[in-house]
């Protein structure tokens, strides 16, 4: 996939006027783009549609209409659309408890990195996180984390030929995995590949 191009967003007026199509429309092709992993964690891969959401988004929150400040939300966020070798995902950690989230975050340390997806018949391929900047240490994380999961051509082969997709987080305080995917999100998340 292309990144965004300036040329392709839409003014503040623009997106003000379209913003709740828009909206309803982003929030029904996310459906199948995410993936409860256990209780707290979803994962939810993007694509140029949900980043071009975001960014116009944080356009008409910060209120940006000025082009060096617009290209720096494009620079921002096109790092987070798949190239189609690869499927990038927001890896968000969800305690509705303050205090309940605080002591999770205490305990998930570095659990970005313990996030793996496979393809029947491939290997796992472990989450490469946080390119732009480290959000975790040993002993906390941040509930935000940005994901890309790179995969080899057999696995890419297989997926395109129907092979189901598996996910999962192996962190010593935090173990789950969805063992296949469902159907509807392997489909949506194959379409994502070269």
Do not use: C
Not at 65 to 93: H, M, S
Not at 107 to 122: D, N, S
Not at 161 to 167: A, C, E, R
């Amino acid at each position: 996939m292309s990144f965004i191009e300036l040329g392709e967003l839409m003014t503040l007026e623009q997106y003000d006027a379209a913003r709740p199509s828009f909206r309803k429309d982003v929030i029904a092709h996310k459906r199948n783009r995410q993936i409860a992993i256990g209780p707290d964690i979803i994962l939810s891969f993007e694509d140029r549609t949900t980043i071009q959401y975001q960014i116009q988004e944080m356009l008409r929150v910060e209120r940006i209409f000025e082009r060096a400040g617009i290209q720096e939300e494009l620079d921002a966020y096109n790092p987070l659309i798949p190239d189609g070798n690869n499927l990038k995902a927001t890896f968000l950690i969800e305690y509705e408890d303050a205090s309940e989230r605080r002591i999770a975050l205490s305990k998930l340390g570095k659990v970005e990195h313990h996030i793996w997806l496979q393809v029947t018949g491939g290997s796992k391929s472990w989450a490469i996180a946080d390119e732009d900047l480290e959000r975790s240490n040993e002993t906390k994380t941040s509930s935000v984390h940005f994901l890309r999961f790179d995969l080899d051509d057999h696995s890419i082969s297989n997926a395109k030929s129907g092979k189901p997709i598996s996910i999962g987080v192996e962190h010593q305080a935090y173990t789950h995995k969805v063992a296949p995917i469902p159907d509807a999100v392997r489909k949506t998340l194959v379409a994502d590949f070269a």
